[in-house]
């Protein structure tokens, strides 16, 4: 008889059985072995459309084609700029990539994009050498300007940005803050008051330290009410949507 062995959001361990029977499938995280599936990572159990699931709770963030990042540029070559991604894996933004605009050969790249700075660019390619191929000629990418940065754990991202971007979005409203969330990590927070920059970063932690929690997107909001109210913090319509840096995963929202 096919059968779920462990709750929905339960943690549970490697080598866990999670499902017993064929009427379920293994997903991410997960593997078949027999009639059973068990967990490969440490990490909250889901199950959708028959397919088990485990979200990890720690682990390094690894690149994938199409994620949307935030990176630090840390070098710039004749071709472009080097970018640290959070990972062991090199990346290269190329002149092309960045900009639509003539670049003659001689012009300084530094003047465009300078050592140091941030940007908010999508993952174009992985090779087999584990070298990252970047661009920023897609709509919400671009060089960072203000604000701040913090580095979260990346599998909390679906987390921070919830369901349909709802806890990000939710965020954004209560604090007036614009709010950029890389698949690996990096947050970008801009607010015209440091004060809801830092309770953004506050929120943020939150959601980390009771990412594995129900009703989290509640507890979030009523945190951010009473900080609000506490700290005086006028919101203001932010002067920009959310940006396409999120890519939720199918997560639930609370």
Known sequence: ????????????????????????????????????????????????????????????????????????????????????????????????????????????????????????????????????????????????EGGRIMRVNANKVPRIIGKKASMINMIIDKTGCDIAVGQNGVVWIKGTQSEAESLVQEAIRLIGSKSHLEGLTQRVETFLDAKTKELGIVVQQHSAPPSEETQPDEESED
């Open 1 to 144: 008889m096919s059968q779920v062995i462990v709750q929905e959001r339960e943690i549970v361990i490697p080598g866990q059985i999670l499902a017993e029977g064929l009427d379920f499938l293994p997903g991410e995280n997960t593997y078949r072995r027999e009639d059973k599936i068990y967990a490969k990572v440490l990490g909250l159990f889901s199950l959708s459309a028959r397919v088990a699931k485990v979200t990890p709770l720690a682990g390094p963030y690894v690149p994938k084609i199409g994620d949307n990042i935030i990176g630090q540029v840390t070098d710039i070559t004749m071709s472009g700029w080097r970018v640290d991604t959070a990972t062991a894996y090199s990346a290269l933004l190329n002149v092309k990539d960045a900009t639509t605009r003539f670049i003659r050969k001689e012009e300084d790249l530094s003047q465009i994009i300078a050592i140091g700075d941030f940007v908010a660019v999508v993952i174009t390619n992985v090779t087999s050498q584990n070298l990252i191929d970047l661009s920023m000629k897609e709509p919400g990418l671009h060089k960072i």
